[in-house]
């Protein structure tokens, strides 16, 4: 088994110990992992993996060792085959950490997150991701982000059901993710019918 094998195995199985030994083996014998590559076996990357495992820990350990290392975290591009961006993965989990961990990274490394992108068998875009999940903290997140950088939010863009994030806010109650939305300085198309 080799490096990046047993990187991928102890970010499959959420063990931050290992991943953790491993990245002080590598700096202690002056050797780089190559945390973009893609594990063999499924075609995606180990951030990908520890985003998908929902683990908040290993995705600070890789962080850390890519900003410690100069490398640039490929966070818009998973692998050809799975075509999720790690934000929509940590969106669809739920996970405001992990969403707060990839837009700080993001945000110091100058790469402009895929705030948009529609994937048609997940169900939606990231806005309606955290409005149907009822989080206002994730829309404060995300809308904060897209504020600071500049990004136009399709907020006007439906989710697989034809919903949109306002459309999902009202239908919550959530007056926290209504009001996030709201004050955003962005024209708000309201469709009536």
Do not use: R
Request: proline share 2%.
């Amino acid at each position: 088994m080799d490096g990046h094998y047993s990187l991928s195995m102890a970010c499959s199985h959420s063990n931050g110990y290992i991943v953790k030994e491993l990245m002080d083996y590598a700096n202690n014998n002056d050797i780089i992992l190559e945390l973009n590559e893609k594990s063999s076996e499924e075609e995606v990357s180990f951030l990908s993996v520890a985003c998908s495992k929902n683990n908040e820990d290993i995705v600070e350990l890789l962080m850390d060792y890519a900003s410690k290392n100069d490398i640039i975290l490929e966070l818009n591009k998973n692998s050809e085959i799975h075509e999720l961006y790690l934000l929509f993965i940590a969106c669809k989990n739920n996970n405001n950490k992990i969403v707060q961990s990839l837009i700080n990274y993001a945000t110091k490394n100058n790469i402009e997150l895929e705030l948009n992108e529609k994937k048609v068998y997940m169900g939606g875009i990231h806005f309606c991701i955290a409005c149907s999940n009822d989080n206002d903290e994730m829309v404060e997140l995300l809308m904060n982000h897209a504020t600071k950088n500049n990004i136009k939010s399709e907020l006007n863009k439906p989710d697989n059901n034809g919903d949109y994030p306002l459309l999902l806010a009202c239908s919550n109650s959530n007056f926290l993710c209504f009001f996030h939305i709201w004050i955003m300085p962005i024209q708000i198309i309201l469709n009536w019918n």
